[in-house]
């Protein structure tokens, strides 16, 4: 069973930072294409950043400000947020695929206040 668990999420100040984490289990990071998405309220969910192999692809909204990353040891995926705009205030979900999928985790609430 595959069980994708965020966390991270919180309240922010404009320009500031924030680090999501993604904890996989039943699956494995290091061979799985894994990635962010978000929904706004209102909003269609779309896409933030994927990472398979050593392969990274961003949202234009995203690129120069965010980075996905993983650690294979710990099955996690990060996605580290810097520059932060009250636009990118969103639930933050993880997504995962493999030879099924995807999976989804719960989603982190980001909030960026002006």
């Known amino acids: 069973q595959v069980q994708l668990v965020e966390s991270g999420g919180g309240l922010v100040q404009a320009g500031g930072s924030l680090k999501l984490s993604c904890v996989a289990s039943?699956?494995?990071?290091?061979?799985?294409?894994m990635g962010w998405y978000r929904q706004a309220p209102g909003q269609q969910r779309e896409l933030v950043a994927t990472?398979?192999?050593?392969?990274?692809n961003y949202a234009d909204s995203g690129k120069g400000r965010f980075t996905i990353s993983r650690d294979n040891a710990k099955n996690t995926v990060y996605l580290q947020m810097t520059m932060l705009e009250p636009e990118d205030t969103a639930v933050y979900y993880c997504?995962?695929?493999?030879?099924?999928?995807?999976?989804w985790g719960q989603g982190t609430q980001v909030t960026i206040s002006s």
């Open positions: 990472i398979y192999g050593s392969t990274t």
């Open positions: 039943g699956i494995a990071v290091s061979i799985s294409t």
């Open positions: 997504y995962a695929i493999r030879s099924a999928g995807p999976y």
